[in-house]
């Protein structure tokens, strides 16, 4: 017996992704996301409910508002797609067979993994879209992380060994972070902004060491690669800006759902035997 078809999990984060959208405008302007209905930006025209369907709404529409006819930008129909592909693939590696019955753990597991791709996914697109890492997700985000990974211990294990469990994570937060201030103190701010910072700290209290250096390893050459493409296709040169978040958060993603993996792979290598 299925737990959850796979449409319905994808559906789910679809509308995750539609909320995400909602979410990095509404923070960038300052307005609540909660007590006013989705509106065009451009039009400020009232968006009905059933021209806000995720994904679909897009296509049928054509990629345009209804009201003044101008382009919706297609980060929103990629956000919600990648939000419904995340979800999916969260459950796929999680509980594959998609059976019964879901352990206590597994369930923990699933919500945090759920939940914190889309607050990467969020701080991705905001970084993306403004050059700024906000503080009002990032800093709750790190909390939650620690908080969700000691319940999740518990639920498997016993308090003995709590205090060595958070002694890891705490460390992974401060390797990360404290690698992303001393960059911010030695360049005075030139190579790294200040919300990548409190990133690092939500990156190493979510995935843990050693698993944080598999992310910075996964940022950084993902970074170096695509930095390099863009000069070649002369899009960016050498003295450009680059979000570094938009590197951070994808490499965090890949690294909490496959970085066991990667690092024994990594470490299978006949250099390291």
């Known amino acids: ?31 609540s996301f909660i007590r006013s209905r989705s509106f065009c930006p451009n039009c400020r025209a009232t968006i009905c409910w059933f021209n806000n369907i995720p994904l679909l709404s897009y296509l049928l529409l054509r990629g345009r508002c209804r009201a003044c006819r101008q382009k919706i930008s297609l980060s929103y129909p990629l956000v919600e797609l990648a939000g419904g592909l995340l979800f999916l693939l969260i459950f796929l590696v999680v509980r594959p067979d998609f059976t019964y019955p879901l352990a206590w753990p597994l369930i923990l597991t699933i919500i945090r993994d759920w939940f914190f791709a889309a607050v990467l996914l969020a701080l991705f697109l905001y970084d993306f879209k403004y050059y700024l890492v906000p503080d009002i997700i990032a ?31 705490l460390l992974a937060g401060a390797v990360a972070g404290g690698f992303f201030l001393l960059l911010f103190i030695i ?18 209290f979510l995935v843990g060491w050693p698993l944080v250096l598999v992310a910075l390893f996964l940022a950084y050459v993902s970074g170096a690669l695509i930095g390099l493409g863009l000069i070649a296709a002369q899009k960016k040169t050498m003295q450009s800006i680059v979000p570094f978040g938009t590197f951070l958060a994808p490499a965090t993603i890949i690294t909490l759902l496959f970085g066991e993996q990667l690092l024994s792979f990594y470490l299978s290598w006949p250099l390291f035997l």
């Open 1 to 31: 017996m299925t737990l959850l078809p796979p449409i319905f999990i994808f559906i789910l984060g679809l509308l995750i992704g539609s909320f995400i959208n909602c979410l990095v405008y509404r923070l960038y302007i300052e307005q």
């Open 139 to 169: 800093i709750p985000a790190a909390l939650l992380a620690l908080a969700f990974n000691l319940a999740i211990h518990l639920s498997t294990s016993s308090l003995s060994d709590l205090w060595s469990v958070l002694g890891r994570y």
């Open 187 to 204: 360049s005075r701010g030139r190579w790294i902004g200040g919300g990548d910072i409190r990133l690092g700290f939500l990156m190493g």
